[in-house]
Every structure is written in C-alpha cells, then in structure tokens.
C-alpha cells in the first residue's frame, strides 16, 4: 500500500528557503502525478505544484510561481519542493499527494502524506 511522508519544514525567516521530501513507500511513484498542497489555519486546501509522470510536465498556483520548483527523482522515489523566497503568507502545513490527473484540485488526489509545518516569520 502506497504511503507518503513529508519532510523538510521548519521555521525560516522571510526571504530564507526550505526543500521539502515527500518520501514514497509500498510503491512506486511513476506513474503518478504528485501534487503539493498547503493549507493556513482558518484557510482551505490550496493546490501549490504538481509533477505529472512522464513528460514531467509542472504547473505552480500564480502565488508562489517563480520561487517554488517541483521536481522528482525516480531512482529514489521521492518529490521535492524547493521553496526560496519564503513569505509569512507561506506560512501553513505541506501536504504532498499523489493522484492520476494533473490538476492543482486537491479533489484529484486519493494519497496523503501526514503534511510537515512551515512557518515562515522574523
């Protein structure tokens, strides 16, 4: 049974930077597309990336587009979302997930890892 685990978050300063894992296990990430989702207190689920499989195609929500990169490794069956320029609007728990179709709709997606906090602020 496939299971994800987030890591990489933590408390950074405006500005600063984080990578987070989204480490897969029990299967293969191949033929996914792997999608990383936030959500703030008070706010809803908001698609932030996703890789499709394959072509490796990516999209990013018009909010972190130019600061966040998704990409996968295959040899290690992981996902990782590099973050730069961090902003306390930024601030939320990251989730990755795992779906068929490549879409930022949270709805899309069957597999959820257990999200890792990050907490962007001076």
């Known amino acids: 049974q496939l299971q994800l685990v987030e890591s990489g978050g933590g408390l950074v300063q405006p500005g600063g930077s984080l990578r987070l894992s989204c480490q897969a296990s029990?299967?293969?990430?191949?033929?996914?597309?792997i999608g990383w989702f936030r959500q703030a207190p008070g706010k809803e689920r908001e698609g932030v990336s996703y890789?499709?499989?394959?072509?490796?195609?990516?999209a990013y929500a018009d909010s972190v587009k130019g600061r966040f990169t998704i990409s996968r490794d295959y040899v290690k069956n992981l996902v990782y979302l590099q973050m730069n320029s961090l902003k306390p609007e930024d601030t939320a728990v990251y989730y990755c997930?795992?779906?068929?179709?490549?879409?930022?709709?949270?709805?899309?997606?069957?597999?959820w890892g257990q999200g890792t906090q990050v907490t962007v602020s001076s």
């Open positions: 997930a795992t779906g068929l179709i490549a879409t930022l709709s949270a709805s899309y997606f069957s597999t």
């Open positions: 029990g299967s293969t990430l191949d033929y996914y597309v």
């Open positions: 890789i499709s499989s394959g072509d490796g195609s990516t």
